[in-house]
């Protein structure tokens, strides 16, 4: 049974206590012990899980080409890049869940949930980049297609292998990503990975 944190201000210690909180020296947080109704502790309880899990307070969208596994063909595909500042939803040590800041860039890929505003400015830019169903994830997600022949481009190739389209091992590589930046919000579901040379972009 996962243990419930509580938030209670120092002010507050002693109400706590009467209601029968406690106190873990080590991790410094007030927690319900096992027994005790946490609804007692209503207006300490931790706020409800975010809808999202990543968010930033502006985004670039990331273009390249590759080619497609399917026809063979050159086509363009497009990600999104976090700049460095951006902030992850996380459960952290001792059950603490927080909102983590990352200090480098990142791409973002398996997205799910994006911001609408998001969603208006990726179909602006491109008609084959949305929401669609992976065999391999058992999942809807926000991939690629093929300008050519309209085949999904999975995201596993392209972010998880090295040298793949948003996978870049050299300064080459690099130089293939063009940028877009947009000064707006930027919220979704996904994964990130950082890397040196990304954060060079």
Known sequence: ??????????????????LGARWDPSSKVWFVPEGVNPHLF????PDPPPDVTIRANSYRVAE?????WKCGE??????????????????GEDYIDAWYTNEG????????????T?????KSITRHYYLDFSKTTNSSYWMNHCEHCGMKQGDFAMHCEPGGAFFPMDEED??????QHVNEPFS???????????SDL
Request: glycine share 2%; hydrophobic share 40%.
């Open 1 to 18: 049974m996962t243990r419930v944190n509580l938030n209670v201000p120092f002010s507050e210690k002693d109400e706590a206590k009467q």
């Open 42 to 45: 209503q207006r300490w309880l």
């Open 64 to 68: 390249t080409e590759d080619t497609c």
């Open 74 to 91: 050159l086509t363009r595909m497009y990600s999104f890049l976090l700049p460095a500042g951006y902030q992850t939803f996380e459960q």
């Open 105 to 116: 860039a990142s791409m973002v890929s398996y997205v799910t949930d994006l911001l609408p």
């Open 118 to 122: 998001v969603v208006a400015h990726i």
């Open 174 to 179: 690099v130089s293939s990503i063009k940028l």
């Open 188 to 198: 979704c579901n996904g994964s990130t990975s950082y890397d040196s040379l990304i």
